[in-house]
């Protein structure tokens, strides 16, 4: 079943209207006719609208409500991941990855040891696309809501932003070398007792990983280190790790 998001409004009593370029999408390339069902979310309520399509015209699709599915799919959990900025295209990887994965926000963070720099006008360019990247990871995993992916901030309003979050999780390869690390026995201890409606944050570095002086900045905050195992991760690969074990807990 095709699954599409539409604006509040869209939904008035057993109608709902989806219109803009998914109506090129539904006529043209998937062929949807009258009577298919459809699964749709406004992005706002975690409910899953059932619906069959009564209209197809150029503008838009009309659909009339079967039934509202209420146990929708997300997390019961806010997880916010702040990525720091990788290289290349990884970082669409990434959105598109933990949005399967449940993922709340994603925040690109400017770290010391980031390749890339983006001004002004290039980083508005990508975070349109991620966020478009985003919507298409939604739809895809029958996301209730579009997770919003921020602009890059810098590493200080990153760790000023997670401050009233619950939960402050940092994976760092070296952990075993900070003060109060516990191992993985100790990262496992932190992820059982994450509870549903807890907000969790995550930092993950990018490839040249965190600045000792960033590390210490996250300590002061109050952040929690953890092991991600005895095997060094890519930066693509830790956020997604990470999400999987908060899914498997939360889910459970």
Known sequence: MYHF???PSQICDKRVIITGEDVKHIKNVIRLKPGDEVSISNGMDGRDYRC???EITETEVVCS????KEDGVELP???????GLPKGDKMELIIQKLVELGVYEIVPVAMKRCVVKLDAKKAAAKTARW???AQAAAKQSRRAIVPRVHEVISYQEALAYAAHMEVRLVPYEMEETLDGASGMAGTRQIIDHLEPGQSVAVFIGPEGGFEESELQAAMDYGMKPV????RILRTETAGMTVMAWIMYRLES
């Open 65 to 68: 409500l079967r039934f509202i």
């Open 227 to 230: 092991t991600l195992g005895r």
């Open 5 to 7: 998001f539409v604006e």
């Open 77 to 83: 959990s806010r997880v916010v991941l702040f990525q």
């Open 52 to 54: 069959g399509i009564e």
């Open 131 to 133: 966020q478009g990247i």
